[in-house]
C-alpha cells in the first residue's frame, strides 16, 4: 500500500487487518516508512509493520469496532515515540517493556535488550530470546490495562 494511500486515513478510525490476532482497531496517528502508529482505548498506542499489513479498513461512522468514540483532542495529549524507522523504534523502546505481536502462539512479552537488522533480543523471566525481525508484526510498550487491571485485583 502507498504511503500517501495511508497518511489521508491519519486521525480516522480504521482496522488493520480483518481479524485474528494480529488484527487491530483504532485511530491512525502516524504513518512512518515501514511501520504504521495506531491508538486504541485498549491497547494504547501499537506500532504495526507494513510488510504484515494485509488490509486496511476505514470506519464511515467513527467508530471502533467496540463502539468507541475518539476525539481529536484525547490524541493530542499522547506521549509516545514515532521515528522514522521500525528500526530507530527498537533502539528508542530498548530497556522497556514491550509487547511483541498482538496474540496466539507468537506473542511474547519481556524488556527489550538489544536490536539490530536481524534480530531483537528480549529478557523474559531468566531467559534471553532472540526473535527474527522479520517475524515481528506489532510492537508496543509499557504495561498493558489487562495487566494492570490484574494487579489491581490481586492486591485486595
Known sequence: MSKDMMESLVNKVIKINRGGPESGSGVLIGVKDDYLVLYSQNDGVVYFKNQHIKSLTESSNG?????????LD????????????????????????????????????????????EFVAL??????????????????????????????????
Open 63 to 71: 467508530k471502533n469496532n467496540n463502539g468507541q468514540n475518539y476525539s
Open 74 to 117: 484525547q490524541l493530542s495529549t499522547l506521549d509516545y515515540v514515532a521515528p522514522d524507522t521500525f528500526e530507530e523504534l527498537l533502539e528508542d523502546l530498548r530497556y522497556q517493556w514491550v509487547t511483541i505481536n498482538r496474540g496466539g502462539p507468537e506473542k511474547v512479552e519481556g524488556v527489550l535488550h538489544d536490536s539490530n537488522g
Open 123 to 156: 529478557f523474559r523471566n531468566e531467559e534471553l530470546l532472540r526473535l527474527s525481525m522479520y517475524h515481528i508484526r506489532s510492537i508496543s510498550y509499557g504495561v498493558s490495562i489487562e495487566e494492570e487491571e490484574n494487579e489491581e485485583e490481586d492486591s485486595y
